[in-house]
């Protein structure tokens, strides 16, 4: 499968930004779908993640009660809200996918990886 994220972009601190992810294939099958973020000299962070029928979500400390994730099967997309952003939130996010499996989101191994799109958040 092939990702492609898009929708990032610079922002000013308490603004907001709606990523998304369209996948190359049909995704109603797909156990998960998810959104991390790495940050410079930072490791990957697994911000957001949703079962298949919306079932289940997880959601990083960090970003709890701020960021939205959501999917929509039949543009075979899954999208991520990210309200009041603050300058900690700038990172390159990477939109994930696992196709099957079982249990909870979190520490989940996701197994195919899309490019990235940048978020920077200025104060």
């Known amino acids: 499968v092939q990702l492609q994220a898009s929708g990032g972009g610079l922002v000013q601190a308490g603004g907001s930004l709606r990523l998304s992810c369209v996948a190359s294939?049909?995704?109603?099958?797909?156990?998960?779908m998810g959104w991390f973020r790495q940050a410079p000299g930072k490791g990957r962070e697994y911000v957001a993640g949703?079962?298949?029928?919306?079932?289940?979500?997880y959601y990083g400390d960090s970003v709890k009660g701020r960021f939205t994730i959501s999917r929509d099967d039949a543009k075979n997309t899954v999208y991520l809200q990210m309200n009041s952003l603050t300058p900690d939130d700038t990172a390159i996010y990477y939109c994930?996918?696992?196709?099957?499996?079982?249990?909870?989101?979190?520490?989940?191994?996701?197994?195919?990886w899309g490019q990235g799109t940048q978020v920077t958040v200025s104060s």
């Open positions: 994930a996918t696992r196709k099957t499996g079982w249990g909870t989101l979190r520490g989940l191994d996701y197994d195919a």
């Open positions: 294939e049909r995704t109603s099958s797909y156990y998960a």
């Open positions: 949703i079962s298949r029928n919306s079932i289940s979500t």
